[in-house]
């Protein structure tokens, strides 16, 4: 986001508009209505957190002890199991 001046990009008579209702202030313009990306979408975390987290219940069911887990990924006890239930869910559904 870049700052423009109202003078240099806007036609006189919506600048004189504008004026009507704030002047000397910066405001925000927001993008025409769009479908946002989900968090992680744009970047690939969301991707790599889906495979880790797929990896923890694949290790889980092959006997790993949730202790094995929090220690190998430095997640706690309370996160494996809520990767675990979630992964479960998902992986059952499809």
């Known amino acids: ?30 993008k025409k209505e769009q479908k946002r990306a989900g968090w992680g979408e744009n970047n690939g975390t969301r991707q790599l957190m889906e495979k880790r987290n797929k990896e923890i219940y694949n290790l889980y069911c092959k006997g790993w002890t949730m202790k094995d887990l929090t220690l190998s990924y430095h997640l706690s006890e309370d996160s494996i199991r809520k990767i675990i239930v979630k992964t479960r869910g998902v992986l059952s559904a499809n």
């Not at 870049?2 to 240099?8: E, L, P, Q, T, V």
């Open 1 to 30: 986001m870049s700052y423009k001046n109202g003078r240099d990009i806007l036609p006189p008579s919506l600048l004189k508009e504008l004026q009507k209702y704030i002047e000397g202030e910066i405001v925000y313009i927001p």
